[in-house]
């Protein structure tokens, strides 16, 4: 790639992140869609993706876990479901015209609900039991297996719609989840990080600068409403990627 192609991609990347990780979640879906506009080669995309959405999520789970923003009990269970099924669903070839139309209208309606003023306070949240998380985060690991996404993306409004924790909360809990997916998925295609770019180095430094940037937006400088409308504009992003791929 040509320098100009080079840093566009960069500043695409960190705006990405930037909007990404100020709700808690890495970017994967923005980093697939912005090579995919550059007609990078498939074969490259997804280990990029995996290795840019572990960096990024590692550092957004340490900067909502420090400012006390997480709950690890919510997490566990949601993980130890979501990992084995996401393993399984990613050795699926399912045709992309069957699922991508129904997890877009999944986020689509998500978004829709998540943007939509409420006059109303929200109540004091309540996790789930156990075994519905267990299954919550199976459905979800499967999602993510099938899409190649961390599960941020379906997580999230789940928690938040089923008042099951805090807005501020859910967005330390989404990263954290994403990280151990992402960790999870790359080991399972080891064999893809030889298809690395060489440009990788600067794309990490591209995405590190818009977590920074994200994470400052999404820790405290958001309030609660502001946090659901970007996690809205996040969904509507993601669905619309889903609905053009």
């Not at 995996?50 to 923003?69: D, E, M, P």
């Not at 393993?87 to 986020?107: C, K, T």
């Not at 109540?123 to 299954?135: C, M, T």
């Not at 994200?214 to 400088?221: A, E, F, I, P, Q």
Request: glycine letters at 10%; aromatic letters at 6%.
């Amino acid at each position: 790639m040509d320098a100009s192609t080079v840093l566009l991609l960069a500043l695409l990347m960190m705006a990405g992140a930037a909007l990404y990780t100020s709700v808690g979640h890495a970017g994967a879906s923005a980093y697939l869609a912005i090579m995919a506009l550059f007609s990078l080669p498939a074969e490259t995309m997804r280990p990029t993706a995996l290795i840019l959405n572990i960096l990024v999520a590692s550092f957004t789970t340490w900067r909502f876990v420090r400012a006390g923003q997480f709950n690890a009990r919510l997490l566990l269970p949601f993980v130890i479901g979501a990992i084995p099924a996401a393993y399984l669903a990613g050795q699926l070839h399912l045709p992309g015209y069957i699922y991508r139309p129904i997890v877009a209208a999944v986020l689509l309606l998500a978004a829709i609900r998540l943007l939509w003023p409420s006059k109303h306070e929200a109540p004091e949240p309540v996790p789930p039991r156990h075994g519905i998380a267990i299954l919550s985060g199976a459905g979800i690991g499967a999602l993510s297996g099938l899409t190649g996404t961390g599960g941020g993306i379906f997580l999230s409004p789940l928690v938040l719609l089923l008042g099951w924790e805090t807005p501020r909360r859910t967005s330390g809990l989404s990263a954290a989840f994403i990280l151990c997916v992402s960790i999870a998925g790359l080991l399972d295609n080891l064999t893809s990080v030889g298809r690395l770019p060489r440009e990788l180095p600067i794309f990490v430094v591209a995405v590190f600068l818009g977590a920074l940037i994200g994470t400052r937006l999404g820790v405290s400088k958001l309030d609660s409403r502001r946090l659901l409308q970007a996690l809205g504009a996040v969904l509507l992003i993601a669905a619309g990627k889903l609905a053009l791929t």
